[in-house]
């Protein structure tokens, strides 16, 4: 079978490492890929959101299962342009990626679910907004309705920020027409993690945990980037957490939006705020993370292909999954200056070394390759993840691959991992 995979990030590299492993697969095309994608996959350079054009390309190569990677096309409906053409295709349709496209139509999901989130109001009116903030205080968090890259949501530690905030998105239009409608929600404490399943709209085949890191500087400081790292399993989801998050999350959230006609077939990333035993839902994606795709993606030891195609002809009964079961880390590499502006076409060296290391993957992220030269071409450039029998075994390979690996200003987190080590520590007290 052909496959065609939508996406350029990390997340489509390790998509492309794996799905390139199966047996099924005699030819993987990726649009529109990158350096890394270019070693296992022919990239096509169609964008990821000309719908059409990816069709088009679909019908002529005779695909026979195309899998998307980021959620642009998927909210933009391209699972309906497919099928309605005949073609398979894994992911949600644009009614099920609702959930990650609209903030407000998840809170309003989730309360009529019951399923543990951050207190809210929704507004369409910056004045209403104010009035409520004020009424209610800080801290406080502002989000533009639609998406925004992971740009949209605003933490505020003060009524003056959150006043700010609610300015640059209703009055400035920062995020365009993603900022006309504002969640405003009470502000939560603990520690994130990130909960991705696979459903058919019916059955659910749970993935382990991971987490992410946020923001780009050690110790979590710095502004917000896409992810600058994460590992596998996360100790703050301890097996009874997972259940009931299972139960408690994603079975309802899935029964919901099949209540609603628009049953959910895909990966659903449930990002949650962990506190006391306690699981509380910040966000859903309608899609893998970027970047705990890389380390889960690294432990999967069934053939995921499979799994893909039964979620496209929408029945996953009879499919399990063999997972890894010891831990993997993936270190993000960026660019000078990112998640601020930053310059592309950094010449990159060492990737030959690092990729030799034992146990260890250099997904690409942000590169591209013109006349044999592999240069940068993104925020995030790489992601080195590695895979050890404990999770301080994983972040010791990982950093050494990454300290091989060098190019002009290039940043990354030097404690990715620490907070499983922590938990570790604590529960040996
Ligand atoms: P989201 O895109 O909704 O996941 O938000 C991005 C990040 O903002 C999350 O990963 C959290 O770090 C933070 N965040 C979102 N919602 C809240 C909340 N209610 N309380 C505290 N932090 C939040
Ligand atoms: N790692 C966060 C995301 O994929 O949205």
Request: with cysteine; net charge negative.
């Amino acid at each position: 079978m052909k496959v065609l995979l939508i996406g350029g990030g990390g997340r489509e590299h390790s998509l492309a490492w794996k799905i390139k492993q199966s047996p099924r697969v005699e030819k993987l095309f990726c649009a529109p890929g990158n350096a890394g994608i270019e070693q296992v996959a022919e990239c096509v350079g169609i964008a990821v959101d000309d719908i059409d054009e990816l069709a088009r390309f679909a019908k002529k190569e005779q695909i026979g299962l195309t899998v998307v990677g980021p959620e642009l096309p998927l909210t933009l409906g391209i699972v309906d342009a497919f099928q309605a053409e005949g073609l398979r295709i894994f992911g949600p349709d644009k009614n099920a990626a609702m959930l990650e496209a609209s903030k407000a139509f998840t809170k309003e999901l989730m309360k009529q679910k019951g399923i543990p989130s951050a207190f809210f109001s929704t507004f369409t009116d910056a004045q209403d907004a104010t009035r409520y903030i004020k009424e209610v205080g800080a801290p406080i968090v502002v989000k533009a309705d639609g998406l925004c890259g992971g740009k949209g949501v605003i933490v505020c530690q003060t009524v003056e920020e959150a006043l700010d905030a609610v300015n640059l998105i209703m009055i400035n239009e920062a995020f365009g027409n993603a900022g006309q409608k504002v969640v405003v929600e009470e502000c939560l404490v603990g520690e994130e993690a990130s909960f991705l399943v696979f459903t058919d709209g019916k059955h659910i085949l749970p993935m382990p945990s991971s987490q992410d890191h946020k923001p780009v500087y050690d110790g979590d400081q710095g502004p917000n980037t896409g992810g600058m790292g994460a590992y596998s399993p996360a100790p703050v989801v301890t097996p009874e957490m997972e259940e009931r998050v299972i139960e408690e999350v994603m079975k309802p959230t899935i029964e919901a939006m099949a209540e609603q006609g628009h049953p959910y077939r895909g990966v659903l990333y449930a990002g949650l705020m962990i506190e006391d035993d306690e699981a509380k839902v910040l966000e859903f994606n309608c899609r893998f993370g970027d970047p705990e795709a890389q380390p889960l993606l690294m432990r999967l030891k069934s053939d995921i292909v499979p799994v893909l195609e039964a979620i496209a002809d929408g029945d996953l009964s009879g499919i399990d999954l063999e997972w890894d079961p010891r831990a993997t880390v993936c270190v993000v590499m960026a660019a000078k200056g990112y998640p601020k502006s930053y310059k592309k076409g950094m010449e990159i060296s060492g990737l030959d070394k690092a990729g030799e290391m034992q146990d260890t993957v250099v997904f690409h992220a942000g590169t591209k390759n013109p006349e044999g030269k592999i240069l940068t071409d993104g925020g995030r450039v790489l992601g080195v993840t590695s895979v050890g029998d404990t999770i301080a075994e994983a972040i010791d390979l990982a950093y050494s691959a990454a300290e091989q690996i060098h190019w002009e200003g290039v940043h990354y987190r030097k404690d990715i991992g620490r907070k499983a080590l922590e938990h570790r520590h604590k529960a040996s007290d």
